[in-house]
């Protein structure tokens, strides 16, 4: 069984159609899972219950991160992360006249 990771030089990553930061998501997405899991299972929680909450919570990560791999591309994601943090417009309270003209040096006095 053999699995191609990169399909070249310069081209971003993909397995099984995940693309770029969706693989990574995936990838901690499936480790945390697993870390709850084990936690739980070390609680004393029955065993049925961790199973049904791993496989539950893992199916619905499989498809969440599928579903943004599908709806967003490879750099929509990123895209919409920043279109976030952009503000929608910028506000100048100064002066026009202040931004163009240069500041009056300070003479230095001899003491």
């Not at 049925?48 to 709806?71: R, Y």
């Not at 100048?92 to 240069?102: A, G, I, P, Q, T």
Request: charged share 20%; glycine share 10%; with cysteine.
């Amino acid at each position: 069984m053999e699995h191609n990771i990169n399909k070249g030089i310069g081209k971003s990553v993909e397995f099984k159609g995940l693309k770029s930061q969706y693989l990574f998501i995936f990838a901690g997405g499936l480790l945390a899972v697993f870390v709850v899991f084990v936690i739980m299972y070390m609680a004393g929680v029955d065993q049925w219950v961790c199973i049904g909450f791993g496989i539950i919570a893992a199916s619905a990560l499989v498809w969440l991160t599928f579903n943004l791999n599908a709806k967003y591309g490879e750099y929509g994601l990123m895209k919409l992360l920043a279109k976030r943090q952009h503000p929608r417009y910028l506000i100048n309270r100064k002066n026009s006249r202040r931004l163009f003209s240069r500041p009056k040096k300070k003479e230095v006095r001899d003491a």
